[in-house]
């Protein structure tokens, strides 16, 4: 799965195009590299997300098949860090 679009799917940002924009301005990096909005997305990846007074770390645990609820949402994936001003 793209990575913007698990951003998405997984309800870590509102829209794909939300998530292909943090990607382009290299506000997203996966296993400490940035990455683009089409990265492919892999159960084990460690996504950071620097958007701007908050950042977010996080491991995919797994690739859902398609959009998932907000409750389900967490199944996905594990937080690591969460810095808020």
Known sequence: ?????YLNAVCVLK????????CDRDKVSVNGTPA???RAVRAGDRIRLDLGPRVLELEV???????VSRKAAPEYYKILEDQRP
């Open 36 to 38: 683009k909005g089409s």
């Open 15 to 22: 829209s794909r195009s939300m998530a292909k924009e943090a």
């Open 61 to 67: 645990i797994a690739v859902p098949p398609g959009p």
């Open 1 to 5: 799965m793209r990575l913007d679009v």
